[in-house]
Nanobody, 122 residues
């Protein structure tokens, strides 16, 4: 059974920066790694906002308009850690941030981490 462990969350003032990390273990045949966030008061996977993804095999990236130009996704050479560099943070970025991986050698499924809290104060 694989595992995703996020870290790097915390409190920061508006205009500040944070870098989140997600270490992936297990989960062979990895396809894409994602970052999502869930605003305070919302529950369930469907309420999570897509932020960015990176293709494990080709390194292709995509960003939501809400974070384009401020957030940068990257992956280490071992392809087992995905990062989210977040700059120019605003209070609207306050949320629980989740990483997700799609993987599977036969059937591709999505797997989530436990989330890491980011609080941006004004």
């Amino acid at each position: 059974q694989g595992q995703l462990v996020e870290s790097g969350g915390g409190s920061v003032q508006a205009g500040g920066s944070l870098t989140l990390s997600c270490v992936v273990s297990g989960h062979d045949c990895r396809a894409n790694m994602y970052w999502f966030r869930q605003a305070p008061g919302l529950t369930g996977e469907l309420s999570r906002e897509f932020l960015s993804y990176i293709g494990v095999n080709n390194g292709a990236t995509k960003y939501a308009d809400s974070v384009k130009g401020r957030f940068t996704i990257s992956m280490n050479n071992a392809k087992d850690t995905v990062y989210l560099q977040m700059n120019s943070l605003t209070p609207e970025d306050t949320a629980v941030y989740y990483c997700k991986i799609t993987a599977g050698c036969n059937v591709i499924r999505g797997y989530w981490g436990q989330g890491t809290w980011v609080n941006v104060s004004s």
